[in-house]
């Protein structure tokens, strides 16, 4: 067992890296929402965080089995991974958390969302019929006597005394030509035609007209069927941010510069916890 100083290994590094191995990468825990990786940040900027690892802890020792330099890093390497194993996953949750952009006087910041699901509503109808029965019927329309009376003046006609000739022609078989075969004369006195005042009565009886219909049915009838109605899937947000009343203003600015002061920051807070439980002490001869 050999005792080393932080800060001979730091010194002893060259270009790799002094806290964590790269086996812990496909360890790192999912979480929604998450893209920050803490393990990637140090991978891409380890020189710097390696110094200030060792500026803060550089006076400190660690007892390794390693003999050498090199053996003595990759031995310290793997005790502060072991260290980072055990606490991966708070670790990566805080990295995301203290990651998050938010305004340190909202309580309530947050958006909601509301999935409505497709629906389908089927209504099935069966075959219907409707029947309308219609009983005997008859119309009676009664007529009283009517008498209708048309009534005519006294009228005279006169006709002159006048001759009326009456002549026959004949056409021999052998000609075209018409000959006067006879004549007849009528002579007509005068003569005076008339027709006295009178009265003409149509007149009908009292009487009834009647209409009837017989007993019959109708019917009329609709074959079975379905109607449906279908909602596609739809999605709903709500946002809300702001203030809600329940903590003054002043509390939570308060609250945030607590937080802030009190962990200072992530790095520090991983640094003391790889440094306590890693092993890094003071010795004796190194106060």
């Known amino acids: 067992m050999k005792t080393w100083k932080l800060k001979d290994l730091y010194k002893g590094l060259g270009t790799s890296s002094l806290l964590f191995d790269s086996f812990l990468t496909p360890f790192y825990p999912d ?30 020792v660690i007892d390794l089995e390693a003999d050498t330099l090199s053996d003595a890093i990759t031995e310290f390497r793997g005790i ?28 309530v910041d947050g958006l909601t969302t509301y999935t409505h699901g497709a ?11 409707t029947t309308s029965q219609y009983g005997a019927t008859q119309d009676t329309v009664q007529y009283g006597a009517t008498e209708d ?17 009456d002549t026959d022609y004949t056409m021999s078989y052998d000609s075209a030509t018409e000959k006067e075969a006879g004549k007849q004369t009528h002579d007509n006195a005068a003569k005076t ?7 003409d009565t149509q007149s009908s009886i009292q009487h009834s007209d009647i209409s009837s219909s017989l007993q019959h049915t109708d019917s009329t009838e609709r074959d079975a069927r379905s109607d ?28 945030t510069y607590s937080l802030y002061t009190e962990t200072k920051g992530f790095w520090d807070t991983i640094f003391k916890i790889l440094a306590n439980e890693g092993g890094l002490y003071y010795g004796d001869n190194f106060i």
Not at 81 to 106: E, F, H, I, K, Q
Not at 119 to 129: A, I, P, R, V
């Open 119 to 129: 629906t389908s509503e089927t209504y099935t109808f069966g075959k219907d019929k």
């Open 193 to 199: 035609t008339t027709e006295l005042l009178h009265t």
């Open 228 to 255: 449906g109605k279908t909602t596609t899937q739809y999605i709903d947000t709500e946002l809300r941010q702001g203030n809600i009343g329940v903590t003054k203003s002043t509390e939570l600015l308060k609250d």
């Open 31 to 60: 979480i929604e929402g998450n893209e920050s990786n803490f393990l990637t940040d140090y991978a891409t900027s380890h020189a710097v965080f390696d110094k200030a690892f060792a500026h803060k802890f550089g006076e400190r």
């Open 149 to 165: 009376t048309t009534e005519y003046g006294a009228t005279s006609r006169t006709e002159g005394a006048h001759l009326d000739t």
């Open 80 to 107: 502060t991974s072991g260290v980072t194993m055990l606490n991966l996953s708070n670790w990566a949750r805080l990295y995301y958390a203290l990651s998050l952009d938010y305004n340190p006087l909202y309580n």
